[in-house]
């Protein structure tokens, strides 16, 4: 997985959201172009969210992604990974570890126990 093409291949994940993806990309103004953690804070968090609450199947895959990135060698992948998506999805707000904890893998578990220290995040 490629820094670059993070954003395309979760996209890619869920071809049937096209256009959710699109016309949040719009909404938002958030583009590749900008960064990674613009696209994941406001367009894949809000989706995996909403996945959440509609298809668990899909909000499953979308965590096993974002597992993938916390384990990756690359630093860029799993600094979004952490810093953008597992703080952001884990905050009260979202929906927080209550709602959305049973997705998490093991190793996006362990970066959510040690973000928990610096953020409010409740782990009960």
């Known amino acids: 997985m490629k820094y670059e093409e993070l954003y395309d291949e979760f996209k890619k ?8 993806f699109k016309a949040k990309e719009e909404e938002t103004g958030a583009e590749v172009e900008i960064g990674m953690h613009v696209v994941f804070g406001m367009v894949v ?4 969210i909403k ?3 509609e298809d668990p199947k899909k909000a499953q895959m979308a ?10 060698e690359n630093s860029e992948i799993a600094n979004v990974a952490e ?9 009260e707000d979202n929906g927080g570890f209550r709602k959305l904890g049973r997705y998490l893998g093991e190793e996006s578990l362990k970066s959510v126990r040690h973000l928990s220290q610096f953020f409010d995040i409740q782990m009960k």
Not at 63 to 72: A, G
Not at 83 to 91: F, G, I, K, P, S
């Open 13 to 20: 994940l869920f071809p049937e959201y096209a256009d959710y």
């Open 45 to 48: 968090c809000p989706f995996i």
């Open 51 to 53: 996945m959440a609450e």
């Open 63 to 72: 965590f096993d992604f974002v597992e993938q990135m916390v384990t990756s």
């Open 83 to 91: 810093v953008t998506v597992l703080e952001d999805l884990m905050t």
